[in-house]
Structure formats: C-alpha cells, structure tokens
C-alpha cells in the first residue's frame, strides 16, 4: 500500500463530495493548486502539518485522510 495513493484518492473523494474544485481546496487551506493536483495523483508526500491543513479545509481529520478507502468503507 502507497499512503501517497491513500491519501491522494481520499482527498480527492472529500473534495468533490463536497462540490469543490481543486482551486478552491488549495485556497482553503492556503496551497497551490498545483500542490492539490500533485498530491491527488499520489506524487506529493505531505508533511503532518500539510495533512492538519487539508484535513480541516475538507472538514474531516488527518486520520480520515490517512485511512485506506476500503476500510473507511467498511467502518461506515
């Protein structure tokens, strides 16, 4: 298992259940959309501070970013 992977579809999953483009991500929690794009195709390894950031532009927690979709399936 890739946590880059991990984390890149579950930010992406978060962000479009929420209706946002990957600009207004990155202005949520003050990033380059760049960096959004990269770390949704898995090739940015955010730091913890990065993963704070996103997780609360996205209204979830760092944990929730870091859980691997089938098992964050099976919880809920």
Same mark, same amino acid.
């Given at each position: 298992m890739d946590v880059r !992977? +991990?984390?890149g579809a579950n930010v992406k999953r978060l962000r479009l !259940?929420?209706?946002l483009t990957q =600009?207004?991500?990155a202005d949520r929690c003050d990033f380059d959309q760049r960096y959004i794009s990269q770390l949704e195709r898995g090739q940015r390894n955010p730091t913890v501070l990065s993963l704070h950031e996103i997780a609360q532009a996205l209204g979830t927690t !760092? +944990? +929730?970013l870091l859980t691997p979709i089938e098992d964050a !399936?099976? =919880?809920?």
């Open positions: !992977a +991990v984390i !259940a929420l209706g =600009e207004q991500l !760092a +944990v +929730v !399936a099976a =919880e809920g």
